[in-house]
């Protein structure tokens, strides 16, 4: 069933203030940046809110469990379970970014040899739950499906918004711009 807008937004406020795994920075601080950066880079309203709501199944696992335990071996597919919960509120054109992230990071790191050591040491380790760095007939398909271009950027600006001293717009700022971009 999908979320409301409303909840999309209250997910965030409320959810949003736990640690973004072992990153130095609250999940909201996080969306928050990755959302601004997008939105410095010129992206479409689309990505910019792809950006916002990437690790939104974060918080809808922790919701799910009470809590989010980050030492576990497995992955918890947050790219995947947030996309019934806002199927049918947003277009492909922000799902499938959002979908398609994890697997960005796999892609540029096979395609960019130094990308791996850019990435923090959480991100890194969360690669290899994802999966690890994707062969060459991976990455083929992978930057062949339509927005894998769009999740390659978004995966950019995620590996930026990690910055406990960078000041983002708030929420707020954020909300036409979701009524825009929903359905």
């Not at 130095?24 to 990755?34: E, F, N, P």
């Amino acid at each position: 069933m999908p979320l409301m807008l409303s909840e999309v937004l209250d997910l965030l406020e409320q959810k949003g203030q736990s640690q973004y795994g072992m990153e130095a920075v609250s999940q909201l601080a996080h969306a928050l940046q990755c959302a601004h950066l997008a939105e410095q880079a010129g992206e479409t309203p689309e990505t910019v809110v792809a950006a916002l709501l990437h690790d939104l199944g974060h918080l809808l696992v922790s919701k799910r469990a009470g809590v989010q335990d980050q030492s576990t071996q497995q992955d918890d597919l947050h790219q995947y379970i947030a996309l019934p919960f806002l199927r049918g509120l947003f277009p492909d054109a922000v799902l499938e970014p959002i979908r398609l992230h994890v697997d960005a990071k796999r892609y540029l790191c096979l395609m960019e040899p130094s990308y791996w050591a850019s990435l923090s040491p959480a991100s890194q380790n969360s690669l290899l739950k994802q999966g690890g760095i994707f062969s060459e007939t991976e990455a083929e398909a992978f930057i062949s499906q339509p927005f894998a271009s769009e999740s390659v950027r978004l995966r950019r600006y995620d590996d930026l918004a990690k910055d406990p001293a960078k000041i983002a717009p708030d929420l707020s700022h954020y909300k036409e711009l979701l009524q825009q971009v929903a359905h």
